[in-house]
C-alpha cells in the first residue's frame, strides 16, 4: 500500500521560507515523476512543481526562482524549499507520485500521470 506523508509546512511572514518534505512508503521513485501541487480555498488545484523521471525539473511561472524541487531516492523523500515566500502562497500544499495508471496533470511544461497523493501540509504567509 503507498502512503505520502508530508511534513513541514506552518505559519511565515512574507519573505520567509519553509521546506516540505514528503516521504514515500510502499513505493519506488525510481522510473516515476514526483510532484508538489498546490489548493488554495476556493480555487484549483495547481502543479507547483514536478521532478520528470530523467530528473528535469519543472516549475510553474509564479514560483520559478523561489521554489527548488528536489528528491532523495534512498530516504524515499521529496522535498520542496520554497524561499521569498509570499500571500498568495498560501494554500494546503500536496505531494504526488507518479503511476501509469494515474490521471493525467500538467506541471509547467511537464504531463505526467500521477496517481498517488498526500494528506496535505498547510502553508500560510502573512504579509
Known amino acids: 500500500q503507498v502512503q505520502l506523508v508530508e511534513s513541514g509546512g506552518g505559519s511565515v511572514q512574507s519573505g520567509g521560507s519553509l521546506r516540505l518534505s514528503c516521504v514515500a512508503s510502499g513505493y519506488t521513485f525510481s522510473g516515476n515523476a514526483m510532484g508538489w501541487f498546490r489548493q488554495a480555498p476556493g480555487k484549483e488545484r495547481e502543479g507547483v512543481a514536478a521532478?520528470?523521471?530523467?530528473?528535469?525539473?519543472y516549475y510553474v511561472d509564479s514560483v520559478k526562482d523561489r521554489f527548488t524541487i528536489s528528491q532523495d531516492n534512498a530516504k524515499n523523500t521529496l522535498y520542496l524549499q520554497m524561499k521569498s515566500l509570499k500571500p498568495e502562497d498560501t494554500a494546503m500544499y500536496y505531494c504526488?507520485?507518479?503511476?501509469?495508471?494515474?490521471?493525467?496533470?500538467?506541471?509547467?511544461?511537464?504531463?505526467?500521470?500521477?496517481?498517488?497523493w498526500g494528506q496535505g501540509t498547510q502553508v500560510t504567509v502573512s504579509s
Open positions: 521532478i520528470d523521471v530523467d530528473g528535469s525539473a
Open positions: 504526488a507520485a507518479g503511476h501509469p495508471w494515474g490521471a493525467w496533470y500538467r506541471v509547467a511544461g511537464l504531463s505526467a500521470r500521477f496517481a498517488y
